[in-house]
């Protein structure tokens, strides 16, 4: 409900306007299934109106951003709820977008942190995100760490775009990533 709001005054504060907006960047998942959809509805309509492109990131590689510059594994969790997490596995170089070494995965934390670091080759990967707050076994980091950053899914976007040499062609789908199923997808199938 104070989405557009919020961007309206971080414009103010910057000295900009709508049409200074060129990009517009959203998580894609994984993550809450309303949350993941009203974000991206949101960029889409926001890029449509502006003439600007869209362009989704992956979830997990904006938390991972975090450890920008960490020389080991990172492994971002996120609440799936359900008692799961989503997690994946990185590497990621401090002025480049995260590598990804082991891909996205769900269900229990410790079957997916067991899975990921045996993918990875790193028997402790540096753990963090909400799924490690709500669920345990979080590293020694900095409280922001669990939670994503605005300035990173920009980032991450603002690089691959220019990396496509800023044409919106290059994007990728605006297609949310959810990893398994949904409750009304469960539903219907039983």
């Known amino acids: 409900r104070t989405l557009l709001g919020q961007i309206d005054g971080m414009l103010g504060r910057q000295g900009l306007t709508p049409a200074d907006i060129g990009l517009v960047a959203v998580g894609r998942g994984p993550g809450g299934f309303t949350g993941i959809r009203v974000g991206m509805a ?8 502006l003439g600007a492109t869209v362009w989704p990131v992956d979830s997990l590689a904006v938390l991972a951003r975090h ?9 971002p969790l996120i609440d799936a709820r359900k008692s799961e997490v989503y997690g994946a596995a990185y590497r990621v170089p401090l002025d480049a977008p995260p590598e990804r070494v082991a891909e996205p995965r769900v269900g229990p934390r410790d079957e997916v942190v067991g899975a990921l670091c045996e993918l990875a080759g790193d028997p402790s990967p540096l753990i963090f995100g909400s799924g490690a707050v709500v669920y345990g076994g979080a590293s020694a980091v900095p409280p922001a760490w669990h939670v994503p950053c605005a300035g990173a899914t920009g980032w991450l976007a603002a690089m ?3 990396a496509a040499g800023r044409q919106a062609e290059g994007a990728p789908s605006i297609d949310p990533v959810y990893i398994r199923p949904s409750d009304a997808e469960l539903n219907a199938a039983s």
């Open 67 to 75: 450890a920008a510059g960490h020389q080991g594994i990172v492994m």
């Open 160 to 162: 691959a775009w220019e």
């Open 42 to 49: 949101t960029a889409a309509g926001m890029a449509l109106g």
